[in-house]
Structures are given as C-alpha cells and as structure tokens.
C-alpha cells in the first residue's frame, strides 16, 4: 500500500537549493550536481526530519533510479500498488499487544471503567494526543529545522543566535539573523520550522 502523502526531501549543492519533492528526483539532481561540479557537497534532508539522507549517486541515472526502486521494494517503473489478499476473520486494524506496567491502584481504577483497560487507555492516549497536538508538532518543527540548519550552516555566522531564536519559537527574530544567509538555505529553514514559503 502505497503512503497517502509521499515523503519528500530537499537536496542543497552547497547552499543552493538544487531539487525538492520524490527522492528520486533529489538522487537525480544531486548525481547531476556532483558530475558538474564534484567538489562542492550535496546534502539531501528527509523534510519531515529535517535530518541527511545517504543516497547513491554512482552510475547511470537508469542505474540509480533502479537502486532506489528496489531498495523501495518496487520493480524499476513501476509501483507496488496491488493490496495483499485478506484472509478469513477481523481485519488487522494494526493493534499491536505490549506490556503495560502499572501500580495495584491504577489496576483498580481500570478494571472499574466501562469498556476495560484497552478501551480506557486508548481513550486516554488520544486525549492526550489531542491536547498536546499543537505543542508537539510545534517541537517536532523546531527540531527538524534545528537538525537541517546544523548540518548545512553550523558554520555560518550567527549560527548559535538562530538557533536560540529557533526555540524560542520567535520566527521575526530568527528570520532577523538569517537575513545575510544564503537565500535558499533562510528559506528552506524558516519552511520548516514555521511553514513559510
């Protein structure tokens, strides 16, 4: 089954913005930055991380789309898009048994709500999820942006005020000492850590 919302990336030769969007895209440019000028670093960064990604740039570009195609688990041009048969019984909603370890009392709390443990714990576990939604994703951009802009400007001047600025979530600060970074590289971090385009 293939995912809803394909995971993208962006590759950078140097600071320059060189590819974003499908991996395979990003392998291309980044084997075609390299042949142009193979002394200057490529980095491509998994967008929902903010982290590198290693990719092989050696051969053909036949070559590299066929490696990343069966690292993917697909045949070259052509996607796994087939549904696995399904078997007699419930559908597998992915529930997945573990051990939970709680104190007697917590135990007795359980064992008196409607529905049971499972019921009551999930309930609780998307309760919280809901309640801290905002705070988390708003950690995650700090961290993806902080995890892209160390790896590809740690040695920029300014680097360690962008980054206090970066979590204390005050994106005019920020975007104040990014102002002399290259273009593509501010653009790209404030992306990720506010959404701007």
């Known amino acids: 089954m293939n995912d809803p919302l394909p995971r993208s990336y962006t590759s950078f030769h140097g600071h320059r913005q060189i590819a974003s969007g499908p991996l395979l895209a990003n392998a291309l440019a980044a084997r075609r930055a390299l042949l142009d000028a193979?002394?200057?670093?490529v980095l491509t960064f998994d967008d929902e991380t903010g982290r590198t990604t290693e990719i092989d740039t050696r051969g053909t570009e036949a070559e590299v789309s066929a490696r990343l195609a069966a690292s993917a688990g697909e045949s070259p041009g052509e996607a796994t898009d087939a549904a696995p048969a399904r078997g007699r019984g419930r559908p597998k909603l992915g529930v997945v048994p573990r051990e939970v370890t709680l104190l007697p009392r917590h135990w007795e709390w359980l064992a008196e709500q409607p529905g049971g443990a499972s019921?009551?714990?999930?309930r609780l576990v998307e309760d919280a999820?809901?309640?801290g939604g905002e705070k988390n994703e708003r950690r995650r951009a700090q961290e993806r942006a902080y995890h892209f802009l160390s790896a590809i400007a740690g040695d920029l001047p300014g680097f360690e005020e962008a980054s206090r600025a970066l979590f204390a979530g005050d994106a005019a600060k920020l975007r104040g000492q990014l102002a002399t970074w290259p273009a593509d590289v501010r653009n790209h971090a404030m992306r990720l850590a506010f959404g701007e385009a």
């Open 38 to 41: 193979p002394t200057a670093p």
């Open 119 to 122: 019921v009551v714990l999930r």
């Open 129 to 131: 999820r809901r309640a």
